[in-house]
Each structure stands twice: as C-alpha cells, then as structure tokens.
C-alpha cells in the first residue's frame, strides 16, 4: 500500500489484554503502517498464537473499502502454501475491522535491508526463489497479489520465506480518497509500468515487482528514486535502471539478466510467470559467486588487489611459452599469399612516402590538419596504467572501495567502481571529496583522461604530478575541472608531464543510482600528447 508521510497515531481503544470478537486476546503489537495495526494474540478458543491486524479508523469506517477488503480477504483465505501467510478469520465487531492470520515469528524482507544494506547474492536468489512459489500459487488460484514489496515479506525463524497482505491492494485501488492528491496507489518504489498506466493487470506485474525486490537486495537500493511518490513511479516509464553489475561488482551476469528481464518494462518482454522466473534463478550458477563466471583475468585482478591493500596493480605478463612448431600450409594457401605478399608491399611503399613527406614542412601542415580534423585526433593512444589506488585523505581509513578497484581498468564499462554510498551529494559534509590515483610506468606527456560513468551531475577535479601525494595539498593545482557532468566525461590535461594522475570526486551526482549518493565509475584511459 501507499507508504504514509508519518506514523499514524495508534488505535486508542486497542491495548494489551483486549480481546476481539470475544475470541482474541491481544498480547502486543507487532507493527503499524498507513492501513493497520498488527498485534500478536491469543486464540482462546483453539489456545494458539495468531496474528491480528486491524485496520485503522479512517479506513474501517468507509463501507466501501471494507466490504471490498473482506471479498478479497476471502479469496486470499483459499490459499494454500508454506511460503504464504495463511488467513483464519475475519472480524467485524464494535466498529473495528480486523482479519486473524497465521502468527510468523521473525522479521521482515523490509528491516533486514535496512539494517544490512544488501543481502549476499545467494541468500537473495534464496528468498526470491520463495517468494516466486508463493506467487506462482497465488497467480493459479487467479490472485494477484499487487503489492509486492520487502514489507510484505516475511523472513520466518524457521528459515521460510512467506508473503502476506494478498488481495490488499486490490482493495484499495476501488477507493479513490484512500491517497493522497497525485498519488499512485501502491508503493511507488514497486509499481509495474502498467500500474502506473493505470492498465490492466495479470502476474507479469508481480514478476516485475519482484524483479524490483530482487535488484533492491542484491544493490542495496531500488532502481528508481524520486522526489516523491508520484516521480519514482512515473521514473520507470521514462528511463532505464543501471545494470545491477554496474551498482555492485562481482554478480554474476546472469543473474543480472534474469533481473533486467523479470523488470522488462513491457510485460511482454518479462517472464510469462512466476513460475518461469523461479526457474530461471534455480539454474543460475552462484559457485563462483564473487565474480562474473568466465571473467578469469577480472578475478586474478581482484585476487591481486586484496593481497595489496589499497591498490592494484597491472598483473606481470604470463612466462613465455615455447614457440609452436611451425604449420604445414595446404596447397590452396597459394591463393591468398600472393595477394597478402602485395598488400604487405604496399603497405610499407605507403609508409615510406609518408615518412618523407612527414619531414617537408608542406607534410607537416598536411597531416596536422587531418589530426585537427579527425574526431579524438589530438589524443594520443592510451598509456598502459599500472597502478590504480582509492584516495580519500579525510577518511577514516584513507581506503574507498578498494576491492573494486580493477575493475576501473578491465575492458569492460559495465563493470564499475563506486565511491562509498553517502547521505548527500556532498558526501554526507564528511569531507571535501574522495577519488583514484591512476599511475604509469614512466612520466609522459598526458593530453586527456577519458571517463566512463553512468552517474548524472557528478563533478570533478583532475590533477598530474610526478609522484603520488598522502594528501591533496601535495598535488598542486588542478590541470582541469568539469561540473554537472553528464555521465561520461573527457578531461583535457594540455600536455602536462606527469607519472600519476589523480581523479578526484567533489560532486557524488543527483543520486539516479538510488536513495543515498555515490559516482561510479565504469573504467578510465590516460591518452598521451
């Protein structure tokens, strides 16, 4: 259901000891949000524990929401699984309005990522494998459930996974003044597409929903945020998520896959069922779990980086192997090394005219121009980086995300490197800012530093110095600055001679990669002169 601006004041004619239909002796209350109070209590008639919730006065007093709520409390009662909370009873008793259901000792989806930020990724495919046999139940006794969310799961003692609230929503969405003005019913964070839309309906919007939860444990943040309510639902229509390997190193890819797609924002294109999405997450390969499967030099790396706190550096060159015994060439090679001998002729024909041009003054003009005029013509080719370490000077331990580190380097963009999630932009007022120390083998003459970010609004400073510097005063002044920037971004360094290059982050960006703030950086390339 819609998330309240604040915690609604308590039932007051609810306490300890009350007892409901004559039959339900409240013991204590579990929790409290927009709709209801749920208590633990006492069924004095079958003297067993069970949980009861009872909805809040301003909705137990609109007949048209509760006679909705009870038909589709009813229907939810048919449900039979162990992975969702059972319905008893329903009430409805000196104005209070309340159903009686199974009693789950443990916690919820919701508190333990707010206590824990993100969930090991096979403890999360565990939870949404669970999560998808109960809706997969739900959805062939035609119940959708609508609302799926971290608060509407429940992490039992005994080790299940259970959903509850089934049919609320559905419940909700008959009554229009339940909301506020301009708000979407449901929680915004989980709406499908076709919610928003105000579209029909079926299980694709609880896959999609789930898709949701399973990005949010596996990131440790949904993947669309806004101002309010209303923005972070509508965000979904208008622009697409970061990939989860971009938000955490090391997931595998095809569980980033199965995320994506099960988020699909055509219902189309996601998992025709529950029951196929929980198959596919049955069959993801989570051995290797710390890092991408095949990605054997991204792991070397990251092996390489923990034995050398704090930085990475390029891995030696492998020993050299024996040289292979020469190849038999067929008969028909004849065809084709006639015509590479030429080409090879040529080749070095073309390259003795340029050289000799390349000395008279008209040669020199010439392909001057043509280096003006090509598009990245003036940046030389990427100089090697051998070394690449976090620099956070006012930091506690002066380390930023260490363990990814390589991944700034690695042929892959979509691999990324991340500050430390903050409060604010400004990085939580901690500190003035946090970066990377790029270094090269010798000093070179740099002519730009090419960066790959998927982060919006972000700024920076850039600074070359011979050596690397404990602290930013070491560094001098900056060779280049750029703000608002708008996700990838090309400082120009004019030549500066220099070994190491620091990137150094004062603007963490609008925060499009999730509640709290932080850059990512998906790789960097140093260009000489």
Avoid at 161 to 182: P, Q, R
Wanted: charged share 25%.
């Amino acid at each position: 259901m819609a998330e309240p601006a604040s915690t609604p004041a308590p039932i007051e004619t609810i306490a300890p000891g009350a007892r409901i239909a004559a039959r339900y002796r409240l013991v204590s209350r579990i929790a409290q949000g927009g709709m209801a109070e749920v208590w633990e209590a006492v069924d004095e008639v079958l003297t067993r524990p069970v949980a009861v919730k009872i909805l809040l006065p301003r909705l137990a007093a609109d007949k048209a929401f509760v006679t909705r709520f009870r038909r589709e409390a009813i229907a939810a009662a048919r449900l039979s699984d162990a992975h969702i909370v059972s319905i008893y009873d329903t009430c409805s008793v000196d104005d209070v309005e309340a159903i009686v259901m199974e009693l789950v000792r443990g916690t919820t989806l919701r508190r333990l990522l707010d206590e824990h930020g993100v969930v090991h990724p096979r403890r999360a495919v565990d939870i949404a494998v669970q999560i998808a046999a109960a809706l997969d139940h739900a959805h062939s006794n035609g119940l959708i459930h609508r609302d799926v969310k971290p608060g509407n799961i429940l992490l039992s003692e005994d080790g299940r996974v259970l959903v509850t609230d089934f049919g609320i929503a559905k419940a909700a969405e008959a009554v229009s003044d339940l909301t506020e003005a301009g708000q979407v019913v449901g929680t915004a964070k989980y709406l499908s597409p076709e919610q928003v839309q105000g579209a029909p309906l079926d299980a694709r919007s609880d896959v999609y929903a789930l898709g949701i939860v399973l990005y949010e444990m596996l990131c440790g943040r949904p993947p669309f945020a806004g101002d309010n309510a209303t923005s972070t639902a509508v965000a979904r229509l208008t622009s697409e998520p970061l990939r989860p390997r971009q938000v955490r190193a090391g997931l595998p890819r095809a569980l980033e896959d199965i995320v994506l797609r099960a988020m699909a924002r055509h219902p189309d294109d996601r998992y025709a069922s529950a029951a196929d999405l929980r198959a596919a997450l049955v069959a993801v390969d989570l051995s290797r779990v710390e890092t991408d499967g095949d990605d054997t030099r991204l792991r070397e790396a990251t092996a390489m980086a923990s034995h050398q706190p704090g930085t990475w550096r390029q891995p030696p060159p492998p020993s050299p192997s024996p040289s292979p015994a020469p190849p038999r060439f067929a008969q028909t090679e004849r065809a084709w090394l006639v015509p590479a001998a030429l080409i090879v002729v040529v080749a070095v024909t073309l390259a003795v005219v340029g050289a000799l041009l390349g000395r008279t003054e008209v040669g020199r003009d010439f392909f001057g121009a043509v280096k003006e005029a090509t598009p990245g013509g003036n940046a030389g080719a990427p100089l090697p980086i051998v070394a690449a370490s976090s620099f956070d000077p006012q930091g506690d331990d002066g380390r930023e995300n260490d363990a990814e580190l390589p991944l700034l380097v690695d042929a892959d963009p979509a691999s990324v490197w991340n500050t430390v999630r903050y409060n604010s932009r400004d990085l939580g007022g901690l500190k003035e800012g946090v970066g990377v120390v790029l270094e090269l083998q010798n000093a070179a003459e740099l002519g730009s530093l090419v960066v790959t970010s998927p982060t919006r609004d972000w700024a920076a400073e850039v600074y070359v110095a011979d050596e690397a510097a404990p602290a930013l005063s070491g560094w001098g002044p900056p060779v280049a600055t750029a703000q608002h920037i708008g996700g990838n971004a090309r400082f120009d360094l004019d030549g500066r001679q220099g070994r190491a290059v620091l990137l150094w982050i004062t603007d963490l960006g609008d925060g499009s990669v999730g509640p709290r703030f932080s850059t990512a950086i998906g790789k960097v390339e140093l260009h000489g002169r």
